[in-house]
């Protein structure tokens, strides 16, 4: 009985400290979300079918590096109108999200 109450804990931290690794960014809700990126970002696939102008690969980027991209492109840091456009459309647990989502894929894909 005490081992098992034991091994009870351990695993509460665990998952613990899985939830606080992962902060506040939701996978899923992000992978719908980049579902308008793609056609531009090719994510995951990192072909852009269209436009044919070179468009950043952010499949398998940092998370952080992410969350302040698409902070800087709403704020007025960054000044690329289409992408203005596209982050002033998203919340800031948007950008959680997929931040989260993105940087979880592999970069080779
Ligand atoms: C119309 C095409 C288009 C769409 C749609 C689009 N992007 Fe972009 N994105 C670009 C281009 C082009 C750049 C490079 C802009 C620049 O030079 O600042 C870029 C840059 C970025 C960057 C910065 C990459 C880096 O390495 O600095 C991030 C992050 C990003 N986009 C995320 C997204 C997300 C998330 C979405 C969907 C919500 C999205 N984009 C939709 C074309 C697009």
Known sequence: ??????????????????????????????????????GCHGVPGYTNAY???PVPKIAGQNEQYLINALNGYKNGDRTYPTMVAQAQSLSEQ????????????????
């Open 1 to 38: 009985m005490i081992r098992l109450h034991t091994l009870g804990l351990v695993a509460a931290a665990a998952l613990l400290a899985t939830a606080s690794a992962h902060a506040a960014g939701n996978k899923a809700e992000g992978r719908t979300l980049v579902y308008t990126c793609a």
């Open 51 to 53: 436009p044919d102008y």
């Open 94 to 109: 948007n950008i959680q999200d997929i931040a989260a989502y993105l940087s979880s894929l592999s970069p080779n894909k």
